[in-house]
């Protein structure tokens, strides 16, 4: 007994010693500390995953694209969605405008994660660092200048975590250029050149030096607009840069855009002129597949197993019909130009000769009225890909290209002088002429003839609206919904009600009441 | 004279006879023998080995004596002791060893029981004849005897009798009987026992003693637990109220905090649910929390507890209860002690972080000192629904249907009340057994109690198994004490298919489906299958008989501790304690049932899990200096908890042979799993100093800092002070001999405490896996920031002050407290929209601010206590203003939270109430209902008071709504009365109320919207309609109407309820000698509710009234019988 006690005074004794632990470390068990992760080359590929993701978020699906393409004469969605589209159409977009708020959130969402990614990063500090950064930056910059088109005055924000109590104010459209400027040039001092790196086996995800020039080619190139000063030299020495690198070049066969826009656009034969794309591949999982194809190339189901020309066209999965180009989108084109076989219009044939739609644009002037999802025009510029599971396609969804560098160079040249107007033309004709049998040249007359080129070789590649703003059109377009002049306010889309609830030091744009 | 010898059996004798006595009556519950009469015949069978030589015969006495029990007598000039003697026997009994050494000796002997008396055997010469000489010896030593009873006739085992100012003594047996040989010339017996007076008798002259003891004086010098240690209730400076066994609710319990229900004023207790073994919302001196938990921090037997309480909604089944788990529920309520509530600051300061929603000590039974003793409670309840609601039978529906022309309706050709259908009368049964003993040295308690309760719905039921063992040792000449306490409990329930409003989703439940079921339709077909219609999805008796659903829950608690005494007035003491609970739910929608075929079966399979553990330290000072008297505590403790989870489920089953019990035979894409583990620490210093002086002022001062992992980096630590200052008026000089105030006591404390509640993690920056993208032709899973790192999070902070004054007066026969208090809670948890760029959108920051005040009333008197008929009475009352502070600050701004949602379908994502600054949490606001106009159209009230309509949209908007009503109650009260007669029979009455507060009556707004009677309820194919309340027929309201949430749903939800009524009869078995105490009892329970509301039951956990399971009336019968 006597020896029982002397080992229970021993735990007293023993308690009382431990007692003096004052340690209160937090363990996570199953969540990650973020102080912890961002060491393996796993873990820093599923952050960069995540700055894809986000990104991906804002522009697989139709949000971004409708403020973009909708808001022109490019395209409608014929149904009702609360009236978005019409507000689209028809510039009339408010402070509470859903697709609006989505974009300007995601976008800032993704650069979020570009913060979290740069910031976690450096601490983990990876043998190849600067890589990183340098892609992730340019990503970011890439954001930058989405808000810049669309908004004008954000604020910026490089730090992970907004602080509460000092909250980011708006930043002048000038400076947020500027920021643009300096981190793409800071990312390109980083960035390997296509050359140095085997681009087939990264592609798409790895941003080159050369992908990161370009995207400075649009920042130059929309100058004006967005800090207030033209930089058309800039736009040209830049555009060099990337020509003289020899990294991409323009499939010139009789229409091989529609290579380009293949399902297997992402192979070494296809993928020579894509600069920048999102990665798609049609296996499960809503994140990776090509949400745009559903959504916004969504076809008749009426034009399964149509044939064009005794080819068929590829289609054998269209249902709901999606959105629509308008009539005025099948203007733009000559009828010898194969892109506007893309869009379609008039009569389908089956193989066998039985017609299976009469596809016919929009005349409904009543935009609030839309019945029906199949009306207006069908367009397959993403080439449709036969028997794919489900309605998801593998068709990488492109985001810039070389033809717009070329585009670019051309335009800057023309700008800064109409009497380079040759190489101006030579420029746009290494591109314009596979469209054509037997190749035709471009000529340019004035510089509207470059933006209408524009619009057709750049259809729904959500950069029609900004190159209207840039030419000074966006407010005087005409559309079979859009009869008057805007204000010029309408330049930019206003700043989300709600965000400017949650941050106050935010300032919005001019011109919106509501 | 030779000093004759009588001593206390040893303890390790006593060691022995203990664990004797133990395995015996473990061994006597398997036989079934509930008898526990040993015959004695000691000197039978005690064995006794000797080995001496040349030894005396007061040697060979002493030998035997201290190898047994045995004491010899004699007087020794009658005999010659000095003979020597050689003895060797080997476990020979004691007569045989007499025999032998006595033998010639000229002596002789006599075993009676455990005496043995030597005499001059009757060859030695004496004058005196053998006859006289015992006498002359036996009157050396008296033979006493007698019983001991409490006031309420009842014998008190254990209790010690001594003779005044020696050893000598003994205790009660169990039938309160003691027998005792003292010296010829003790004067004085003294009878003590814990908690009551003692008291002395002359020995002169008397043999047997029947004596009743006196409780010490009611109430004043009663000991209350307050947390890592207990104080006399007369010294208590803090706001503290102590409810003994005797006290709490009788009856059939649906969670134990029922047992305290009403009995104490300032607590306010909802049920959530009738269901048995349903968790309560114990709201102490209003709620300061808005984003997390409102209950007080339980402490079982030094314990703090952490069980889980969530209900299992992720199971995501239709018509899942997501009722939540009771902890308490592990307690047998009979093995329950004592519960103390700590109300104020200056009270709860010692439990720190945790002590600002108040705290509840539970401390259960421990053994008495005494004999063995073993109990048996048992009882046979019967509940029902109180009240059925009002809907139209079938032949009000067939004349509804005519009377209105409805077309398109087609009679079912049967008359069923659906609510008969799934109500029924309930059966619960209880069973405890108890065995309590010990000496002064070991005490124990032991139980096992079996509970099979019934629900009033069909097919739910709760299943309990508990056992506990508390075990109290003391050693080292009694300066080491140490104790164990364990306790097991496994309780298996069958859910109700009711999901208590927010679970129920588009359909409902099975009082939504039963209150709506065309009435003039069958329960089952002539087939006998089960009718449905459309818009239940499902038959409401189906629903529940047809699917599993069982959640099993395991629970453990143990303790141990320890105390050691260095000095008198130093004493150090650890506890160490771990609990450990798991809980599965599982779930299994047949293939053959109607909702399970949709999905050919769906299986669930959720568990939770919890583990904590437990270290406290602590270092106690007390000592007495002249009129100066302190009492100091300073302590460390250390408390861990882990929880774990995981979920499983999946559908498309082949058959329903496996049930839930083989997730993996459903079809492999169906398959859907998660876990989850998360854990924290808590690390605590404490101090607690009080201070008497004189017994007239005393000071109390309490610092508590904890640290928890919890806070974020800049906040571990917070500090928790108190001090509490009591004036014993009535120890003055002016009121000493005062005959009409016998206690007058002002307190008054302040003390600042904490919530820490507020999740696991909310400080770290964290990361979590969702999403995915293609990185160099790989699916990579995305990994990105859900929260933030706020490195500034820290606990809630309530400081609360205190008046109280507690008094009484005609000798304490009326007795009372007054309490007023003010608290304020900063720093409140609350969520905001993260401005951009940001990956998480939410941010939790220690933001906003709540207030309540009250004044809390209790008095008790004691109307007659003498004479055939006692009357004590009882009553509370209490009063609570609840106010919202401010809900921003400088950085972070809200104009309004707004919270709780119409939980009945239709209504999706329509809030009923507000939080703002100047109302109360609990804030209806919604649209004014003005009347129905002659069309049945409704009006309501716009913002600038005109009347308007619902179809005009545009013109009745968000800023048309107001406050419309408030679920905060104005008072909340409880009175009572014990009439006892002749002390045998007795009669408590109970009521409860609460007065002055509003609920939602969700079912009323959906059982008045008649639009399901005219239209078909599955497109075209079933000719049933939906049933509604009789009231709605008149209600004016056209059936083409939308209902809106709006003041007219909102109900008066006054009450006062006949809580409890028991009759009990206290036999007297003083003629048997098995049985020591036997009792009878019947208890009626909710037997009437006065109140205008008009649901089922006007007490609405949350203000929000949708469907919820009713609370039954309960008749139980019941014994107590102590052997």
């Given at each position: 007994m006597k020896k029982i006690y002397r080992s229970i005074i021993a735990v007293f004794g023993l308690a009382f010693i431990i007692s003096a632990c004052t340690k209160l470390d937090e363990k996570l068990y199953d969540q990650i500390d973020a102080r912890t992760f961002y060491k393996t080359t796993d873990e820093i590929n599923a952050a960069v995953a995540d700055v894809y993701f986000r990104f991906n978020n804002v522009h697989n699906w139709l949000n971004h694209w409708q403020l973009q393409e909708c808001s022109t004469d490019h395209g409608m969605c014929p149904w009702g969605d609360g009236g978005v589209y019409k507000q689209d159409q028809m510039h009339t977009l408010t402070s509470t405008h859903g697709p609006n708020h989505d974009v300007y959130v995601g976008t800032f969402q993704a650069i979020a994660a570009t913060n979290s990614f740069l910031e976690n990063v450096k601490l983990a500090n990876p043998s190849n660092l600067a890589l990183l950064e340098g892609?992730?930056?340019?990503?970011?910059?890439?954001?930058?200048?989405?808000?810049?088109?669309?908004?004008?005055?954000?604020?910026?924000?490089?730090?992970?975590?907004?602080?509460?109590?000092?909250?980011?104010?708006?930043?002048?459209?000038?400076?947020?250029f500027k920021f643009i400027e300096s981190e793409l040039k800071d990312a390109i001092s980083k960035l390997p050149s296509n050359k140095d790196v085997d681009r087939q086996a990264v592609y798409p995800r790895i941003i080159t030096k050369e992908a990161a020039q370009a995207f400075l080619v649009k920042l130059y190139l929309n100058a004006e607009i967005w800090s207030g000063t033209a930089r058309w030299q800039d736009v040209v020495a830049t555009a060099d840069l990337v020509i003289n690198s020899g990294a991409y070049s323009i499939p010139s066969g009789y229409g091989d855009i529609w290579k380009t826009f293949a399902?297997?656009?992402?192979?070494?034969?296809?993928?020579?002129?894509?600069?920048?794309?999102?990665?798609?591949?049609?296996?499960?999982?809503?994140?990776?597949?090509?949400?745009?194809?559903?959504?916004?190339?969504?076809?008749?189901?009426?034009?399964?197993?149509?044939?064009?020309?005794g080819v068929s066209l590829g289609i054998d999965q269209g249902f709901?019909?999606?959105?629509?180009?308008?009539?005025?989108?099948?203007?733009?084109?000559?009828?010898?130009?194969?892109?506007?076989?893309?869009?379609?219009?008039?009569?389908?044939?089956?193989?066998?000769?039985?017609?299976?739609i009469d596809i016919k644009p929009f005349t409904n002037t009543d935009i609030a009225t839309f019945p029906d999802s199949r009306a207006g025009l069908s367009c397959i510029k993403y080439k449709p890909q036969p028997k794919i599971p489900g309605l998801f396609s593998d068709n990488d969804m492109i985001l810039f290209r070389y033809a717009d560098v070329l585009y670019s160079k051309a335009e800057a040249l023309y700008r800064l002088n109409a009497g380079n107007k040759a190489a101006a033309e030579a420029l746009i004709t290494q591109v314009y002429t596979r469209n054509f049998v037997g190749g035709k040249s471009f000529t340019i007359n004035s510089l509207d003839d470059i933006l209408k080129e524009r619009s057709r070789e750049f259809l729904w590649e959500t950069s029609y609206r900004t190159d209207l703003v840039r030419f000074g059109k966006f407010i005087t377009m005409r559309t079979l919904w859009h009869t008057t002049d805007d204000p010029a306010f309408r330049n930019l889309n206003p700043i989300p009600q709600s965000e400017i609830d949650s941050n106050p030091n935010l300032v919005q744009n001019p011109g919106y009441t509501n | 004279m030779k000093k004759n010898r009588y001593e206390l059996c040893g303890l390790n004798c006593r060691m022995k006879k203990m664990l004797f006595v133990m395995k015996f009556t473990i061994a006597a519950f398997f036989m079934g023998l509930m008898s526990l009469s040993a015959a004695s015949t000691y000197s039978q069978n005690t064995k006794i080995s000797l080995n001496i030589e040349n030894a005396t015969l007061i040697d060979v006495f002493k030998q035997i004596e201290a190898q047994s029990e045995f004491v010899f007598i004699y007087k020794n000039e009658t005999i010659n002791l000095d003979k020597k003697v050689d003895v060797k026997v080997e476990g020979a009994t004691v007569d045989k060893i007499l025999e032998n050494v006595l033998q010639n000796s000229g002596v002789k002997f006599e075993i009676n029981n455990k005496q043995i008396i030597v005499t001059p055997n009757r060859e030695i010469p004496s004058n005196k004849s053998e006859k006289i000489i015992k006498e002359e010896i036996q009157q050396q030593k008296k033979e006493l005897s007698g019983t001991v009873k409490d006031n309420k006739g009842l014998s008190i085992p254990g209790l010690s009798v001594v003779v005044k100012g020696t050893t000598t003594g003994t205790v009660t047996d169990t039938n309160g009987k003691f027998a005792l040989s003292v010296p010829t010339d003790a004067k004085t017996l003294v009878f003590s026992f814990v908690g009551m007076k003692a008291q002395e008798f002359a020995i002169a002259g008397k043999s047997t003693f029947n004596v009743t003891m006196e409780e010490e004086t009611v109430g004043l010098e009663e000991v209350v637990a307050i947390g890592y240690g207990t104080v006399k209730k007369s010294d208590i400076t803090g706001s503290v109220k102590t409810l003994s066994n005797d006290q709490f609710n009788a009856g059939v319990v649906m969670a134990p905090e029922q047992l305290m229900q009403g009995k104490v004023a300032g607590v306010n207790i909802t049920m959530q649910s009738g269901e048995p073994g349903a968790n309560s919302d114990v709201l102490i001196r209003g709620a300061n929390s808005i984003s997390f938990s409102n209950s007080p921090l339980y402490v079982i037997d030094g314990v703090p507890v952490g069980f889980n309480t969530n209900g299992f909604s992720n199971a995501a089944s239709d018509r899942m209860t997501t009722l939540s788990n009771n902890p308490l529920n592990m307690l047998n309520p009979s093995d329950i002690e004592s519960i103390n509530v700590l109300k104020d600051a200056s009270a709860t300061a010692i439990y720190g972080s945790r002590g600002a929603n108040g705290v509840i000590l539970v401390t259960t039974k421990k053994g008495k000192a005494g004999q063995n003793s073993v109990s048996y409670e048992g009882s046979y309840g019967v509940s029902s629904l109180r009240k059925k609601l009002d809907v139209l039978s079938a032949s009000d529906f067939r004349s509804y249907m005519k009377d209105n022309a409805v077309t398109g309706w087609v009679d079912g050709g049967a008359s069923t009340d659906w609510q008969d259908q799934i109500f029924r009368t309930a059966i619960t049964q209880s069973h405890s057994l108890s065995l309590n003993g010990g000496n002064d040295k070991t005490n124990y308690r032991a139980s096992v109690n079996y509970t099979n309760q019934d629900g009033i719905i069909i097919a739910s039921n709760l299943e309990k198994y508990t056992g506990r063992i508390n075990i109290n040792h003391k050693a080292m000449d009694d300066r080491l004490t140490i104790g164990l306490n364990l306790t097991n409990a496994f309780l298996k329930n069958h859910n109700s298919a009711n999901p208590e409003g927010a679970g129920g989703g588009a359909s409902g439940g099975t009082i939504r489906d039963a209150l709506r079921n065309d009435p003039t339709y069958p329960v089952k077909d002539a087939s006998g299958a089960y009718v449905w219609h459309g818009a239940f999805n499902q038959n409401p008796v189906e629903e529940t008989l047809v699917r599993a659903d069982n959640t099993e829950t395991y629970r453990y608690m143990g303790n141990g501790t320890a105390d050691y005494k260095f000095f008198d007035f130093l004493n150090a003491n650890i506890n160490i304690g771990f609990t450990k609970e798991n809980i599965d739910r599982y779930v299994y929608e047949p293939i053959a049932g109607r909702i399970g075929s949709i999905s050919h079966g769906h299986g669930s399979h959720e568990s939770r899990a919890s583990n904590s553990k437990l270290l406290e330290t602590n270092l106690v000072f007390n000592k007495t200096f002249g009129k100066h008297s302190i009492n100091a505590l300073g302590g460390y403790s250390f408390q861990e908890f882990v929880y774990t989870n995981s979920f499983m489920e999946s559908s498309g089953y082949i058959s329903d042979a496996t049930s839930y019990n083989s997730i993996n035979?459903?079809?492999?894409?169906?398959?859907?799993?998660?876990?989850?583990?998360?854990?924290?620490?808590?690390?605590?210093?404490?101090?607690?100093?009080?201070?008497?002086?004189?017994?007239?002022?005393?000071?109390?001062?309490?610092?508590?800092?904890?640290?928890?992992?919890?806070f974020g980096a800049n906040q571990k630590w917070g500090n928790f002070p108190s001090a509490a200052l009591g004036w014993r008026v009535s120890e003055e000089d002016f009121l000493k001999n005062s005959n009409f105030i016998s206690n007058f006591k002002l307190r008054i404390g302040y003390g600042v405490t904490g919530n820490q509640e507020i999740g696991n993690y909310g400080s770290l920056p964290i990361l979590s896996a969702g999403g995915q993208y293609i990185i160099n032709g790989n699916f990579v899973g995305a990994v990105y920031p859900t929260q933030y790192s706020n490195p500034n999070l820290k606990w809630e902070s309530t400081a609360q002050s205190n008046i109280g004054l507690d008094f009484g007066i005609f000798k304490n026969r009326l007795t009372g407290t007054i309490d007023l208090y003010k608290k304020k809670t900063n720093d409140l948890l609350l969520s905001f929209t993260v401005p951009q760029p940001a990956e998480a959108s939410n941010t939790t920051l220690n933001v906003g601010s709540v207030e309540n005040k009250g004044i809390e009333l209790e008095l008790n008197g004691v109307i007659l206590n003498e004479g055939p008929l006692a009357w004590e009475a009882y009553a509370n009352i209490a009063h609570n203003e609840n106010n919202v502070v401010s809900i921003s600050n400088s950085e972070w701004k809200q104009a309004a939270i707004y919270t709780g949602w119409v939980q009945v379908p239709g209504f999706t994502g329509q809030s009923t109430q507000i939080i703002m600054p100047g109302e109360p949490l609990g804030t209806f606001y919604g649209f004014r209902f003005a009347s129905v106009d002659a069309n049945g159209k409704q009006q309501f009230y716009d913002r600038d008071n005109k009347l308007t309509y619902t179809p005009n949209a545009g013109k009745l908007g968000a800023d048309d709504r107001a406050v419309i009503g408030h679920n905060q109650p104005k008072f909340t009260y409880g009175f009572g009365s014990k009439f006892t007669l002749k002390k045998r029979l007795s009669l408590d009455l109970f009521f409860r109320g609460v007065q002055g507060t509003q609920v939602l009556n969700s079912t009323f707004l959906d059982l008045n919207d008649k639009s399901g009677i005219y239209s078909a309820i599955a497109s075209g194919t079933d000719n049933a309609r939906i049933n509604i309340a009789k009231g709605a027929v008149t209600n004016g309201i056209a059936h083409t109407e939308t209902l809106l949430y709006s003041s007219k749903w909102i109900q008066d939800a006054s009450f006062l309820r006949l809580e409890n009524v028991t009759v009990n009869y206290n036999f007297n078995v003083s003629s048997l000698k098995w049985l020591s105490n036997f009792n009878v009892y019947v208890t009626g329970q909710n037997l009437f509710v006065i109140t205008k509301y008009k649901g089922y039951d006007p007490e609405v956990s949350g203000g929000n009234d949708s469907y919820k399971y009713p609370r039954p009336t309960t008749i139980q019968l019941g014994i107590k019988a102590n052997f």
């Open positions: 892609e992730v930056q340019a990503l970011r910059a890439w954001c930058y200048m989405d808000l810049i088109d669309l908004y004008g005055n954000v604020p910026i924000v490089t730090v992970a975590h907004v602080d509460p109590a000092n909250l980011p104010a708006t930043a002048t459209r000038a400076d947020v399902p297997d656009n992402n192979t070494p034969a296809n993928n020579k002129e894509i600069i920048f794309a999102l990665s798609k591949y049609a296996a499960p999982g809503w994140d990776t597949q090509m949400g745009f194809w559903a959504n916004c190339l969504g076809l008749h189901g009426e034009l399964n197993g149509a044939v064009r020309d709901w019909g999606g959105p629509s180009a308008l009539d005025e989108t099948y203007q733009i084109y000559d009828n010898t130009d194969f892109r506007r076989g893309l869009i379609l219009k008039g009569k389908f044939y089956d193989a066998s000769g039985k017609l299976l | 035979s459903g079809n492999k894409a169906s398959w859907n799993l998660y876990s989850g583990k998360a854990s924290n620490k808590l690390i605590s210093f404490y101090t607690r100093a009080t201070y008497d002086f004189n017994r007239k002022y005393l000071l109390t001062a309490t610092l508590r800092r904890d640290g928890s992992s919890r």
